[in-house]
């Protein structure tokens, strides 16, 4: 069963960083799809970036050149490098793990992220 814990959320100033890790157990993880989503209050939740089983990574456009997501395949960890944090970037961040069988998601129980001075 997939299981996926995040940590590293806080807060932050405008401009500063983060890192989040995901730490993931119970499946193959070199096979699977993982990413980062986030939600913020009274938004839906949608993709920041993923990195694929091949580690190729893809970023949504409002965070392209500021976030860098990586995996490490001996440790079943994922991370994402947050740089030039922006208040809009305030939200919960979930690890995502997509399943190569189904498609199907599974989820982190998300970490908070909150930029403001």
């Known amino acids: 069963q997939v299981h996926l814990v995040e940590s590293g959320g806080g807060w932050v100033q405008p401009g500063g960083s983060l890192r989040l890790s995901c730490a993931a157990s119970g499946f193959t993880f070199t096979i699977y799809n993982m990413g980062w989503y986030r939600q913020a209050p009274g938004k839906q939740r949608e993709l920041v970036a993923v990195?694929?089983?091949?580690?190729?990574?893809r970023y949504a456009e409002s965070v392209k050149g500021r976030f860098t997501v990586s995996r490490d395949n001996a440790r079943n960890m994922v991370y994402l490098q947050m740089n030039s944090l922006k208040p809009e970037d305030t939200a919960d961040y979930f690890c995502?793990?997509?399943?190569?069988?189904?498609?199907?998601?599974?989820w982190g129980q998300g970490t908070q992220v909150v930029v403001s001075s």
């Open positions: 990195i694929s089983s091949g580690n190729i990574p």
């Open positions: 995502d793990a997509q399943s190569p069988f189904s498609g199907a998601h599974s």
